[in-house]
């Protein structure tokens, strides 16, 4: 019962610092010296309607940081929009705004899929994400030798606490025979992982 406790208690803030990364990674718009910033809103729009991903993804940026409360829907529509033009950045929040049912109603499945697209791409972000998905059993089905291989791969490309999740929670309850599983299953994908 304990342990169970402590488990979901660092799910718990594995997903807050997720989510804290994720909205970290976005810079703020001030950073990108926008003057007027309705004059940038409609050079972007104009690119985002010419099929430029980077300028789909942007307007989705602003959707959520210019406005007070983020317009959250408006996000989604243009994350969803840039990541099937196989846009990182848009897919690993697209995958956010799926999982926490911002913008529309929850569904980690979907956010499963995006963030493994990202994942596969090489954002340690959506790696992570996958495997506090895979711990929980959240859109996927609960697999923590999967959950252990995903932040085994986030981890190794630089993201710390995933680290920390696999190593204080994930593996303490699993066998040696199943992260031996899970190395495995590392070793045959990793190098299908873009860099």
Known sequence: M???QNFNYILLKLLIIIFFLLCDS???IAQDEIIDLETRKKELTENAYKGDAESQYML????????????????VYWFRIASEANHLKAQEMLGAQ??????????????SIW?????MAGSST?????????????????????SYKWLTIASLNGNKAAAIQRDESISLQM?????????KR????????KK
């Open 60 to 75: 989705g940026r602003l959707a959520l940081e210019t406005k007070n409360p983020p317009d959250h829907s408006t996000a």
């Open 98 to 111: 799926l999982f926490s049912g911002l913008g529309v109603p929850a569904n980690p499945k979907e956010a």
């Open 186 to 193: 590392i070793d045959l994908i990793i190098n299908q992982i």
């Open 126 to 146: 959506a790696q992570a994400s996958l495997g506090v998905l895979y711990a929980l059993g959240s859109g996927v089905k609960k697999d923590l030798i999967e």
């Open 26 to 28: 976005l810079s703020s």
């Open 115 to 119: 963030w493994y697209k990202a994942a």
């Open 175 to 183: 066998t040696a025979d199943e992260i031996r599983e899970a190395q």
């Open 2 to 4: 304990i342990i169970r």
